[in-house]
């Protein structure tokens, strides 16, 4: 579906993507998207790491803790087997002041509250950033996904639905074309000594 690309518009309008998006990187679960380098001028490198590869549950088998100045992942995490493992083993990569970004699909924008999901049956899990309660017997509270990673700060914590038809009732996955039916997480990585953020 191209999420990045889609994503990329919105983000070269903001100052956080900016100071993110800078350094040393990896890309999670790519598929076939891309997060241009040549959007992102500040990027220095950029590794690209996908299931072709090999599982990215288990990422830190493969490379080195505290290595990337950013690690970004766009619609990975709702395959993993376990996301709270997956997302710990994502966050060992992240250096002290980086940033840890990435999305996953909102479960009434995307699912609307069926699974397993119409639109895509690998999806194990479904997301919400918090509600009472969820029509999804695998639903995922970000607050509490979050609450398990350590040294972290929350910059950023959204529900993305640019260009997303409310009206439109039809059964259709409303992810195509232009609209975003995402959660957006950036997370900065912290110690006690704030000296080492940048």
Not at 172 to 179: L, M, N, P
Request: aromatic content about 14%.
């Amino acid at each position: 579906m191209k999420e990045t690309k889609k994503a990329n518009e919105r983000r070269l309008n903001s100052p956080l993507f900016h100071k993110v998006f800078k350094g040393d990187g990896i890309y999670i679960g790519t598929g076939n998207d891309t997060l241009d380098k040549g959007i992102w001028t500040e990027v220095s490198s950029l590794d690209v790491f996908d299931e072709k590869d090999v599982d990215s549950q288990y990422i830190t088998s493969f490379h080195e803790k505290e290595k990337f100045d950013f690690v970004y992942s766009s619609h990975c995490l709702e395959h993993m087997k376990n996301p709270f493992g997956a997302l710990r083993e994502w966050w060992e990569l992240v250096k002290y002041g980086g940033y840890l970004v990435f999305t996953v699909p909102d479960e009434d924008l995307y699912e609307k509250g069926v699974f397993p999901s119409v639109y895509n049956k690998d999806h194990k899990w479904t997301f919400t950033i918090f509600k009472w309660e969820s029509r999804s017997s695998v639903s995922i509270d970000i607050i509490e996904l979050l609450s398990s990673i350590d040294d972290c700060r929350i910059i950023k914590m959204e529900l993305v639905d640019t260009n997303y038809n409310y009206v439109d009732s039809k059964e259709v996955d409303k992810s195509r074309g232009d609209a975003e039916v995402s959660i957006e997480i950036v997370l900065l990585k912290i110690k006690d000594d704030y000296e080492r953020i940048r």
